[in-house]
T-cell receptor
Framework: DAKTTQPTSMDCAEGRAANLPCNHS???????VYWYRQIHSQGPQYIIH???NNETNEMASLIITEDRKSSTLILPHATLRDTAVYYC???????????FGKGTKLTVNP | DADVTQTPRNRITKTGKRIMLECSQT?????MYWYRQDPGLGLRLIYY???????NKGEISDGYSVSRQAQAKFSLSLESAIPNQTALYFC????????????FGPGTRLLVL
């Protein structure tokens, strides 16, 4: 599975959009981009995934560049409860495991 | 009710004891996984099972064993617990269709003295 690079930490003001970047320059054509988050010692929570097209659900939007070498997770109106570590993972469908790197620690400030 | 449950949520045991962590799911998924997480690190895969008759080792299976009793249940055993098995343990499930998103349980915090 391709390697991902994320900033170690980010801050965001409550109510503003949080834009979390991820680089995955070695991604191959059949690999999906997944985003998970982990709120202090809780089980990782699935947020969203995509292959080529931009995706949106009730939690977030995922913007994938045309060359698929990077993506951005957007939380449109961050709240204090969005403070968590966010993981960007690139993985083939059907692969047996998710490889969690160190992720981005997002802190939403009042 | 949660789709993936783990019991116990917290456990303290002594070196050399055998313990079992249990995972149950109501999502109807065929695939189940056990991960461990150490402080400040990502999750590492211990074992996984693609159906009731299938068991596969992950990257750190030494010192652990598993049992897939039914589609909905996947247990992790520590045959003889040691202090460096102190960690957070997570169970996950997935459906082999499409992008196969994994869904995680709330975790079991294990302390081996």
């Amino acid at each position: 599975d391709a390697k991902t690079t994320q900033p170690t930490s980010m801050d965001c003001a409550e109510g503003r959009a949080a834009n979390l970047p991820c680089n995955h320059s070695t991604i191959s054509g059949n690999e999906y981009v997944y985003w998970y988050r982990q709120i202090h010692s809780q089980g990782p929570q699935y947020i969203i995934h995509g292959l080529k097209n931009n995706e949106t659900n009730e939690m977030a939007s995922l913007i994938i560049t045309e060359d698929r070498k990077s993506s951005t997770l957007i939380l449109p109106h961050a709240t204090l409860r969005d403070t968590a570590v966010y993981y960007c993972i690139v993985r083939q469908g059907g692969s047996e495991k998710l490889v969690f790197g160190k992720g981005t620690k997002l802190t939403v400030n009042p | 009710d949660a789709d993936v449950t783990q019991t116990p949520r917290n456990r303290i045991t002594k070196t050399g004891k055998r313990i079992m962590l249990e995972c149950s799911q109501t999502k109807g998924h065929d695939r189940m996984y056990w991960y461990r997480q150490d402080p400040g690190l990502g999750l590492r895969l211990i074992y996984y099972s693609f159906d009731v008759k299938d068991i596969n080792k992950g990257e750190i299976s030494d010192g652990y064993s598993v049992s897939r009793q039914a589609q909905a249940k996947f247990s992790l055993s520590l045959e003889s617990a040691i202090p460096n098995q102190t960690a957070l343990y997570f169970c996950a499930t997935s459906d082999p269709q499409g992008a196969e998103t994994q869904y995680f349980g709330p975790g079991t915090r294990l302390l081996v003295l």
